[in-house]
């Protein structure tokens, strides 16, 4: 529900960006003619939680009054919306803002992964896990973290990792969330697992090696993805175009609507190096993590399926 609340009665006080607001944010906010999305209070405190700049252009204007909604949880749980917010839309908190409040979330919110905790503050989770490492009392009496899909999880998956591994090894054909169920482990882990399989290393990490010491087991080896004789080592933009373009003749797959949707996807990787430096160029300051963030994960997904696909290969051969 959305009210309306007098701008005097609201407090600024432990916002996730300490270097306050920027006045030009705020002067083309002011400008704006259409209404601006209400902002979010926490109504215990009366603190903003998301919509600072937004409360600053409502003053520049001249309103007494500005449209909330209001958020009725636990403090803790205020900031991490607030830093949640800040990071999904609006002015982007700095980078080390972001630490910050990761630090925080960490110290109010230590039950979470990394990986929980790195989708909330717009940061690696690598930089959450050091972050975590520094902070006071450390990893303490941890055994479990709660991950991003709510599931608890064991901090050391060593074994689940074996498991995983061998999963992989038996059938390449399963999907990452198949294994994730089976070995009890996050999808993003058998993804780990099965990448370092596919380079040849162990797919338990230095940290799971450490703990386990005599129990430790030798990389399995996954499946390799076959290139088709036909086409080189080192293929060039025209010589992908070309493989498109004799599957784009095959007719089960033009007269499909799933084969269609593949050529269009495959048609995508079509274009040279020099194109996408292009694009690459001209990605705003202020995508480029998501970009990033959306380029790997597409890449993890197309191993993915290349690996599925050539299971299949391999049971018709």
């Known amino acids: 529900m959305v009210v309306e609340v007098e701008i ?26 259409t209404p601006l999305p209400p902002i979010t209070v926490h109504r215990p405190t009366m603190r903003v939680i998301d919509g600072l700049h937004r409360l600053r252009a409502a003053e520049l204007r001249g309103h007494s009054k500005i449209a909330v909604k209001y958020f009725d949880g636990p403090e803790a749980d205020a900031f991490v919306l607030a830093v949640e917010s800040n990071v999904t839309h609006g002015l982007p908190l700095t980078a080390a803002d972001r630490k910050r409040a990761a630090a925080r979330i960490i110290a109010s919110h230590p039950q979470w992964s990394d990986r929980m905790i790195a989708s909330v503050s717009g940061i690696a989770p690598g930089t959450v896990a050091d972050i975590r490492r520094r902070a006071p009392g450390g990893r303490t009496g941890e055994s479990s973290r709660i991950g991003h899909d709510g599931r608890v999880r064991p901090i050391n998956g060593a074994e689940g990792r074996r498991l995983a591994s061998e999963l992989i090894a038996q059938n390449p054909g399963l999907s990452l969330r198949q294994v994730a169920r089976v070995a009890s482990i996050s999808p993003e882990t058998v993804r780990d697992v099965r990448n370092r399989m596919m380079r040849g290393e162990d797919p338990v990490t ?112």
């Open 8 to 33: 005097g009665s609201l407090s600024t006080a432990g916002s996730p960006r300490t270097s306050g607001v920027d006045p030009e944010h705020v002067e083309a906010l002011a400008v704006v003619q």
């Open 206 to 317: 230095r940290r799971g090696k450490q703990s386990h010491g005599a129990d430790r087991v030798p990389a399995v080896p996954a499946p390799r993805v076959g290139r088709p004789s036909a086409v080189p080592d080192r293929d060039t933009a025209a010589e992908r175009a070309a493989a498109v373009q004799r599957l784009k003749a095959d007719p089960a797959l033009r007269f499909s609507e799933i084969g269609r949707t593949l050529l269009r996807l495959l048609n995508i990787h079509t274009i040279s190096m020099e194109e996408w430096d292009q694009i690459i160029d001209k990605v705003p300051p202020h995508c480029r993590g998501i970009v990033a963030y959306l380029a790997a994960e597409s890449a993890e997904m197309w191993t993915e399926v290349a690996m599925r696909v050539q299971s299949k290969v391999a049971e018709t051969a």
